[in-house]
């Protein structure tokens, strides 16, 4: 039979779904098991092979394994013939390799809930969140490789799901805030240039005293985030710097009433705040100040797969993120009191 140009995808999630043991539908599409790079088997060979029964318009991985893809045919027949002939059975042309095979049907796209359901800025223009600025590429390849084995080289500490390490002051998880008199000492020199960088960020403004002094380096598996929260008014400055490194997430913020200003775990009130996102790609910088650190708290979703754009976005193997701010010497006077806990000392 001719054969066409073959479109071989290299995607992160498979566009095709099995259908249950107790379906049987047959489809132009073949879910093929025991077959990839990973068992030595080249998507070429997976077209020469199945490309005898007709015509292959496509390969697909159909996970991360390596060891399964998706096998697509123009023609339905093309796929009832490639299935009778192959499934079970010993491949000659594959080395007598024997292939597991099943019909699939394409991957309906996610359906996200009511709560889930939100546009993701790439820019913070298109965020509109008053003192939100992102910067991409705020640090080079070699730089980000540099920081992450900077701190690879020194010890974490394991929290439930992350393990973090902190720098000038520690981070104290059970008040969200810092002890100011257990001085750890000035920040590492390999944060020095991100420091430099940061002296003329957008959005600074005339910011004249010492920029920051306390770092927290987190380092998340896939599919885990950041519960909603407001860094404490009391415990840090007005600018809080944030750069992601070595893989991407959606972030998203929220705007509570008063009325739901501390219950964020609750559906109903979820719905009743003003809500937005952005996506944080590896090497951008992300500046939170006036309104936007004051106002609002920001969230990044336990997801393995964020949405952005209408595509898929698998997040890497670990993403780390370097969060720098300046820890505060008196007591917050912003001009948002309904959301700062000075006022509530008071």
Known sequence: MPKRFIAVMDSNLSRFTIPKRSSCSTTQNLYVANCGPAVGVSFKDIESVFGMFGEVIGIYPADETG????????????????????NGRGCGALGG???????????????????????????????????????????????EQEL?????????????????????????????????????GELPSFVSPI??????????????????????VNDYP????????????????????SCSLAGPCVMEF???????????????????SSRKAIFLPPRSMLLLSGEGRYAWH?????????????EMVRRCSRRVSFTFRKVRSGPCHCEFAQYCDSRKLN
């Open 67 to 86: 060891a399964r893809v998706i096998v697509c045919f123009s023609e339905l027949k093309s796929a009832e013939e490639a299935f009778h002939a192959l």
């Open 97 to 143: 390799r024997i292939l597991h095979i099943r019909y699939s049907i394409p991957q309906q796209p996610p359906k996200a809930n009511n709560n889930d359901s939100i546009s993701v800025s790439l820019v913070s223009s298109e965020l509109a969140i008053p003192g939100i600025y992102l910067v991409h590429d705020f640090i080079t390849s070699q730089e």
């Open 148 to 184: 992450l084995a900077a701190v690879d080289c020194r010890p974490w500490k394991n929290l439930s799901k992350r393990r973090v390490q902190h720098y000038g002051y520690e981070f104290l998880y059970e008040t969200r805030n810092v002890d100011s008199k257990q001085f750890l």
């Open 195 to 216: 420091i430099e960088k940061i002296s003329s960020f957008q959005g600074r403004g005339d910011y004249k005293s010492q920029l920051v002094d306390q770092l927290t």
């Open 222 to 241: 896939p599919g885990i985030g950041l519960s909603p929260h407001i860094d404490t008014h009391s415990a840090f400055d007005d600018m809080i710097f």
């Open 254 to 272: 929220r705007k509570y009433t008063q009325s739901n200003l501390f219950n964020t775990k609750s559906s109903q009130e979820c719905l009743n």
């Open 298 to 310: 920001h969230y990044i979703p336990h997801h393995k797969v964020d949405i952005v754009g209408g």
